[in-house]
């Protein structure tokens, strides 16, 4: 039974820092592909970034050249860093991992960002 649990989220000024941790268990492999969504309130959730087991990372234009995704296969977990954060990054941040035939997804943590 795969269990998704992200952490990190909290209250931030613009241009600050914050970085999120989320840790999958329950499952005996690497996950082919680990990364974050956000939604932000009255938006659609979005794709923010995804990394692969073997390095491959993508990002959604917003966040480039502030946001940096990481993995430790090992561990099964990702961590986002946010820098310079913006009004517009505020939303509840869910991490999401693809197994071989099944997407998993965790509760969210709320990012905060006052200007």
């Known amino acids: 039974q795969v269990q998704v649990v992200e952490s990190g989220g909290g209250l931030v000024q613009a241009g600050g820092s914050l970085r999120l941790s989320c840790a999958a268990s329950g499952w005996m492999f690497v996950f082919p592909s680990m990364g974050w969504y956000r939604r932000a309130p009255e938006k659609q959730r979005e794709f923010v970034a995804s990394m692969t087991s073997g390095g491959t990372k993508n990002y959604t234009d917003s966040v480039k050249g502030r946001f940096t995704i990481s993995r430790d296969n090992a561990k099964n977990t990702v961590y986002l860093q946010m820098n310079s954060l913006k009004a517009e990054d505020t939303a509840v941040y869910y991490c999401?991992?693809?197994?071989?035939?099944?997407?998993?997804w965790g509760q969210g943590t709320q990012v905060t960002v006052s200007s």
């Open positions: 999401a991992v693809s197994g071989r035939t099944a997407d998993y």
